[in-house]
């Protein structure tokens, strides 16, 4: 990936517990660089958590105030920058994101992506089957995150594996 001046952000994509937020943490330790979640951002600016936002006002409003958020997140510079895994949607988002930083795409296989989010609550998306919930959305956004600089497969992968990697 080419790092032009003034865009020294590291932005990471990707499914649903792909460890994003986990590698995030290790990078930005690494790098000395500031750690920024997305999601939490968002819970903290609307002071509910992203459960919440999707049972009572929707994604369609989600998905806004994530722009929102990713866009005010990438105003600022030396940042580990993990996004919600829905986040590469919107054009306006991934342009953005290809302006601001190194964007990296981290991806597993459905089966391990399936086995790590196994009881998990708090991803709305996957209410009811997820299994099936998985492996439909990742179909659907199989092209959505093609547009990375680069892309790491996880699978198999501890944190510190993915972190040597992403190096
Ligand atoms: C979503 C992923 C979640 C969160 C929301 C929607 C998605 O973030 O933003 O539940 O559409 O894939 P993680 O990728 O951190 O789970």
Redesign the pocket.
Known sequence: AECREHSSNIVLV?????G??TVAVLLAEELGYELV???QV?VRKEGRS??EI?AQSGEAY?RKV?SQCLAEVLQADKQII??????V?APANTRLMLEQGVVIALTATAEEIIARVSGDQ????LAGNAEERVRG?MEE?REAYRFAHCTVDTTGLNTAEVLQHIL
Not at 14 to 18: F, K, N, V
Not at 82 to 87: L, N, P
């Open positions: 990707g499914m649903m517990a792909t994003k937020s979640d997305v999601d968002i992203i459960a999707f989600f994530e993990s996004t919600g895994g829905g986040a949607l708090n991803r709305p998306l959305i956004r």
